[in-house]
């Protein structure tokens, strides 16, 4: 029997959990809210009382939290997955991080007998669910093959990037500098739209069908239009976090980051003022500076 585990059964675990079972892998999977593992379990996945527990019963373990330090705790801690899991089975780290802090982990994990794949995902919540997420690995050859068939459960494309932990981390902070810039952008005319009378609709068909016209794009408006500003799996402390993870790295190498940091600014209003909300949720502070509001 395949097996593998998942650490993490949020918005995207729970998608990675969904389409390995759906792909014959008996999946052992693990969070700290009692809601997730029981959707977990219905989906047929095998409910983990510990990291461990995951660690001792799978050959790949995905690792899908929030955070470097929650990443740490999962492989390192007392009872991590590194000395829990067979020698020669696979960490694949799909969590957004640091590059500095993946390098570190695969240094530390150096001469464990454990394989690191560093391959964070894009394609958020649809992606995730729908098993069509893009993968940015970097690994070697011969770990990458031997882990194609657990990568190709949860993805319609997987990158070959690097070799060494930190590169796919370095890929996914350039592709988040960008994704929030065109988020932020999305909202600025969104709220244009709004107080010049122009109706959600058309805006809508008209951004979707023109050059401008992408996933990020079409999303976005969706949902600012049916104004559905919680619970559409993008929550807004994800993409906050992320051009955190890009600033600083565009910091450390010296590269100016103008349109980037307007986004973390754009970002950083909508976490303050809506804790709860998505990332669509930016536009509302927009639209009560301007008292207008867009609707389909």
Not at 32 to 39: D, I, P
Not at 117 to 139: E, K
Request: aromatic share 4%; glycine share 14%; net charge negative.
């Amino acid at each position: 029997m395949k097996t593998a585990g998942i650490i993490g059964l949020g918005d995207m675990g729970s998608g990675l959990a969904k389409n390995l079972i759906k792909n014959g892998f008996e999946t052992y999977g693990l969070d700290l809210s009692e809601a997730r593992m029981k959707a977990f379990t219905e989906l047929g996945g095998k409910a983990a009382s510990s990291v461990a527990e995951v660690g001792a019963n799978a050959s790949h373990v995905y690792v899908m939290v929030m955070n470097g330090d929650q990443v740490r705790s999962v492989v390192f801690g007392e009872d991590g997955l590194l000395t829990n899991m067979a020698k020669g089975s696979t960490i694949l780290l799909t969590a957004t991080i640091k590059p500095s802090e993946a390098k570190a982990l695969g240094e530390e994990m150096a001469g464990s007998g454990i394989n690191l794949i560093d391959s964070p995902v894009s394609g958020g919540f649809p992606g995730a669910q729908g098993g069509t997420l893009t993968m940015m690995a970097a690994g070697t050859d011969e770990v990458l093959a031997a882990n194609r068939e657990v990568m190709e459960a949860i993805s319609g494309t997987i990158h070959r990037v690097g070799e060494n932990p930190g590169d796919g981390q370095v890929v996914k902070a350039c592709l988040q500098s960008l994704i929030g810039s065109i988020f932020s952008a999305t909202f600025e005319a969104a709220a244009l739209a709004a107080k010049a009378g122009v109706s959600g609709e058309v805006i809508h068909k008209v951004f979707g069908t023109s050059s401008a016209g992408c996933g990020v794009v079409n999303s976005s408006l969706e949902n600012i239009i049916d104004r559905k500003f919680e619970g559409t799996g993008s929550h807004i402390n994800t993409m906050h976090k992320d051009l955190t993870i890009s600033l600083n790295l565009a910091e450390q190498m010296g590269v100016p980051m103008h349109t980037a940091a307007t986004a973390m600014q754009i970002f950083h209003a909508g976490k303050t003022k809506y804790p709860n909300g998505d990332n669509w949720v930016c536009t509302r502070v927009i639209e009560e500076i301007i008292g207008a509001e867009l609707h389909r």
